[in-house]
């Protein structure tokens, strides 16, 4: 595996950007890989739109801009439009299900994660919603191993928020 | 170099902490500014760290007194800088030139964004590149550094405050919110490993009326406050003792081109750029982020065969045309590639022109890093 | 027999030979006043940075004092004045500059400064005008004045009272006088370099060449006299009604009190800091 | 030792100035006719003996023009 | 069945499908109290302009309000309004912005204008943060809370009351609300809207996600209770002492005076100015 | 054009006064400033003269809020100007990017002064000239244009206001202590000799949601305030309708070139030159005061049989890069001199360099336009 | 005609704003489970009879998200 | 006569740029030549330096800076290091002789007025002594003729200080 060029997109407040610094220390600081991340969103504070990139690669990853996704995220229906079309063909398009309907098949393959409505109903916080899309890209593709990202966790996320995002990671595990 | 300004260790670290821990690392000891997207984790950091080491950043009510906080704290003789985004920079740009006109060392950080206008705060754009080196009125020199990752957010901002006491100069990090927000592993040496420069200062006790603190070319100590030099600093048009004159254009010009000699007499030092056109035909010249899809794009024309080369700046100014021209008498074409619409263009086709064929390659999308495959195309087709 | 020798040459930086003021300012009286406060309290020029704008004001203390002078940009001394203090925590930071840059284009650093009750001696020479620019009106122009900016008559309401707004933003020590009261000014001035906290001392001074000529208020003298004559002790104010204080010059010490200053809260912040520090924000670190 | 003196060439005039002749209550200053190298005409001492030691004129000169002998000292001389 | 048509959303520009703010922001009351003050005086929104400079609170009217809207840069919106009546003084300009727009940056403007006294209303959401950027401290943030730029808490002394400072200024109406007093407040924007002069309306309004939460003072709800808790009208306050009133929120109308208006003023000028001009300056002319 | 406002005679007067006459003629209602040396002139003459025609001359409380003024005079109809000098242009950086951002039509004078910081301020240098262009945050293209005398000033300023009314956009007037000071006889001719331009507007009554005030290469109508369009005017990225977009790149990318090429697509009708190089193997380049001796100098060399040429820039920006390149064609060398350390050298080397030798002749002085005889002995030298 | 109307699509959730609940001195209305299209739950309707027509709730409302019929053109239609 | 350059120096308050505008416009609208008058003054409103400088020609002025003065006023005494290196070889040196000291003869022909004395004493009013030496110079130049400046004075100087301005002026006509 060469270079894996992922992009998240959704709105403020869902944890995009989490995602992506999740995916890249994971990859850079436990996985002996490189890993370049960036982002960008508006500037509404909630339900404005936000980005994030990941690229990670056995070497150094000299472009830094994600140009096709491989693995393409989409947690809000407002990302569709905004980034599909950067999807690469035969890409890995993951959703949340719950939130984002207007997705027609297409040159990708959908991992589809009713991550909301999970995260809604067993772990009583929609936010960690993003980790459970983690958790089931992870099984999924094999891109990073486990105990990298729940290092990356470790290291990331607030103390006192740290068991529930381990559990919502956990509990996507599970999935596909 | 303390040991508790320093975080030595391996990251995964986004470039404005990384530029915080810079300035850490480099001895900043006053700090402040407005917030601003997208430069306000560098403010959060420092504000996080400052005060641990003795140092504070003090958010000010807007960006004229920051910059204006900062230059009285140099004066006061401490390691000082700010940080902000375009619109804050077009508001410091009169104390930016004070800050020129007295000789203040200091650093601004411009972590670039949509513009212009309010334009989109959170995406990088390399819009503000001639308004370092112009955006204040009048003729001066100053150094300005483009940095290209994390990494270099935090070497490159030492190397600021390095530049900044050494010639007794505001230097500009030039950054963006594509740079400044980009995570990648960032190493952090040993504070030992670390040099950092203190501007030198007149001898204690010298005599005040013998004290040339002003206009010198090989840069004058800088007789700094609370010491007894009994400084007299003003934006005035001033002669090498500080004293004002306002009527006699020697004066003028004395106080105008000394200023830009002082930069200028020590371009080569100052000049950091990264070579990499051994044989090339075609040069890609750029800066900042733009360059790891130049080089990027190198690579690929490389093993299609093109002979290819890069030429990054990271010194942008004093505008490195020696540089350019050196390349460019060896180069065939010139290909400039910058995140914006041309603004270092100019200048370098008017060093390169004479020499070689220059030209321009926009992004595709202002905001958006040229595509390494478009690169190429271009590469392939000069080079038919 | 051994010649007078004026004790406040040795203030003077030698360089300069004679003030820059025209002929009877009220700059050069402003200039002595601090002068004798500083002497009067046995400091040095070396315990003192002074900052200055720009303006005719500016240049009391740019070149004339012997000792570190910041003459900075129009409207921003105060925000350097800031830098300077917090670097230099143990000298005394003083700006002396004119109502036009401290009160128009510097009204923000005044009053924001005032709120952070920062140590700091701010003395304002409140001419009324523009002096240096060549008679513009000034927020503190009275209204209805011809000024070359107003040939019909200033039109906008004035800032009818500068110290007020310096006190309703949070300063600790606010005083008010004219150059017709130097000593009481020089007392003042005393009283605000010891003061823990933003001291704002708004000095009345002629400008005969662009307000008191210009505009028929007469010359320096005239001028001197109409001070005496309009002013009233704040204690006397007091007892009297808004509209028996209409064009009254209301002097004295207006406010001093004591609440928080922002060096020692710096302090007390930078001892939290450094005693135990709280974990770190975000920089990924292993 | 003298009460008073000025400094002819700091003086910026009693003309354009005259700030010691208005607060001198003892009229010791008066104007002249000399002009000094700058133009300006600097007041004269004609009454020095009438000189109280008040040091209005020297409080007030803008030009640090004139110096007043301090009170205590001249007592301390007398 | 006809269903209920909502009365203001004829007020909001068609395009805007929702409003900017995150869930339980006061800036949405804000917005309300505005629009319900123009159907109430029976005005259409052309009858204004609108003004804002950046922030959450600057995003009430920009692209909210289906009407002339001029979104300006941070702080200065109320310059930006001093052109815009002069250039239109027969319509109401409105500005509507943040503290830190407001009283931050834009400090100087607030009170040179309200020293003029231009006919004008001045709107603003005083959430004590920059809600924006991210939640750093404003000069409205209480001394002690710890904001992204100030982890260790504020050390500044903070501007305890905008509207006294407004008052200081020469502003001729001045009235404090919080969020949870959008009755009052709308009657207030009624009266500011027909004020000739200067208006000056500060609302003390909930940021849950910046201020609320992240300082632990609670949500929407539980700050809007505390404000509850903490208002005590003018008249009521006016019975107690200073001590008394710490940590109270003064509410009310706190200042309605009459005094030369500025654009009235400049009306006047021009009459004098084309009744009879006076001799050209300079002009050389033969 | 109302015959009040057109002072219709022949005068010995002052640049300043010339260009405040120019203003009135040109129909302006609305100016704010703020007092500096050496533009108060244009200032007080504007306070005498605005309210005999139902104008207004407001003194702000600074720079920043006198552009800002001006905006939004513009955006209430009326034509409108401010006046100030290199410092106060440093303050209005930000808002001038405003203006552009939202494409205000006002004029902008700088009578620039001994620079950088306060500097001497009643001496004249040409040293604010890239920061006309380059000054404000982010890429942006604006017009400048440069008077060499009292007349021009006049002429210029009735210029600049027609462009930023056609344009839709800020004009500066780059003017400096020398010219901006200088008399001579000016002939201000009358009233219905003078064209005036006013900006569209878009018809009234239009639907506001069908209204495209914005983003259009060909200058979109204004919808002004007042009419009915109900404007959304944001600082923000946005799109051709006002509205705004924080996000999108592309979005971003087309609200930088569109206000770009909106400009760039007139630049033949908006470009003013004086050529005067017919069969010149040298040519000098210059604007403003120094386009004096330049041409007295090629009067000179003329004499003494030297094929010698100028070029004038009166546009400077956009700049006419085309002209130098049609310029450079010709000539076997080109001479550029300005009052400055040379700023806009290198935009006329890049576009001549490949055709000619390019050099810049400083200033003996900066400060003091160069003599005529050091041009002459130059040019010599060169043609040698 | 109804009394109250709650705009779903508008409402930013009775979780994290909950603004018309707080106000409301009816408690006419009740927090949900139904989400809407930006992932809020709106509050519902449970005691519309009890509705007073005080307007709290959509005078408080920050999102423009309720409406209550006003009550002169109630009394007049009734 | 082609081209004549006039430099006055002095200092602020004296009315040194009067003088460059009275010549300009004497000679521009009255008196049938081209003119160019350009000026500089330091920022400090009396006492500070001043200078102004007249170009008069019969064709139109192209360059319009005094290169080498014909003519040199120098109405103070701060005024000659500054600007006597300006003077022409030949050129006339006009002082104002109360209050410059300092000139040696050189190669220049000088003229020297007792201005001030004269404006003292017999206008009571020294800052009309720049019209005193105006007359005088005309006088000994013919440079421009005396109607044209009475014109200039007419037009340029205030109501209320005409009168004065004219006296001065022939007062200085009937100097030399
Ligand atoms: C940014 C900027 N704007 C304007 C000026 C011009 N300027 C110099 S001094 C001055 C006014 C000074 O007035 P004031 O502060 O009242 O001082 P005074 O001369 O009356 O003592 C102005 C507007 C400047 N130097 N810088
Ligand atoms: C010149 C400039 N400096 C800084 C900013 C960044 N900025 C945007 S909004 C804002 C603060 C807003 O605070 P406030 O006015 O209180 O509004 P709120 O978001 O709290 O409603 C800042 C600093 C900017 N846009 N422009
Ligand atoms: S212009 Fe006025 S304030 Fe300035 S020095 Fe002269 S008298 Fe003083
Ligand atoms: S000291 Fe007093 S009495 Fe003596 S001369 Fe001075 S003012 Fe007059
Ligand atoms: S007060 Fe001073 S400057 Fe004025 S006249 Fe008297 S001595 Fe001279
Ligand atoms: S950040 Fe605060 S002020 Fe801004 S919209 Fe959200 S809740 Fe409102
Ligand atoms: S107040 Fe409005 S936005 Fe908030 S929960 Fe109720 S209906 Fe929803
Ligand atoms: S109108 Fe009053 S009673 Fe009825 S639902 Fe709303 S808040 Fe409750
Ligand atoms: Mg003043
Ligand atoms: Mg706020």
Redesign the pocket.
Known sequence: MGRTEILIGGVGGQGVVLSGILLGTAASLYDGKQAVQTQSYSSELRGGSARAEVIISEQRVTDPEVRKADILILMAEDAVGRYLPKIKPGGLLVIDSDLVKGVKPGEYEILSVPATSIADKEMNNIVVANLIILGALLKKTGLLSIASMEKAIEVSVPQKAKALNLKAFQRGLELT | MDEKRVCTGRYFMMGNVACAEGAMAAGCEFAAGYPITPATEVANHLAEKLPQVGGAFFQMEDEISSIAAVIGASWAGKKAMTVTSGPGISLMLENIGFAIGVETPCVIVNVQRGAPSTGMPTIGIQGDMVQAKHGSHGDYEIIALCPSSPQEMFEHTVIAFNYAEKYRTPVFLLSDAFVGHMREEVVIPEADKIKTIYRKIPELGTDPLKLKGFLDENVAPMPIFGKGFKAHVTSSCHDEYGKRNLIDISALDKFVRKLSDKILKHKEEITLVERDYEGAEVVLVSYGGVSRAAAEAVLQARKKGIAAGTLRLITVWPFPGEEIEKMARKAKHVIVLENNLGQIYPYIKAEAAHFSEVSFLPPKLVGEIQDPEDILKKIEEISK | MSELVHPYHRFIRPTVTHSSFC??CGDGTIAQSILRAIDGLDMDMDDFVFVSGIGCAAWIPSPLFNADVLHTTHGRPIAFAFGIKMGLTEKKVMVVSGDGDLVAIGGNHLIQNARRNIEMVVICSNNGIYGMTGGQAAPTTPMGVKTTTTPYGTFENVFEDISGLVIAAGASFVARWTTGHPRQLTASIKKAIQKKGFAFIEVISQCPVQFGRKMGVGNAVQMLEDYKNRSISIQEAKKLSKEELKGRIVVGELVDLDKPEMVEEVTRMRKKAMGGAEAAVDTGRS | MATLR?YNE?????EE?????YVCKEEV?QPSETMNQKGYR??VIVNEDQCTQCEN?MI????L??VVSEKKQKKGSQ
């Open positions: 002929p009877g | 000025i700091l003086c910026k005039g009693a100035c005259g700030i010691c002749l200053f600097p007041p004129c007030f000169c803008p030009d023009a004139i």
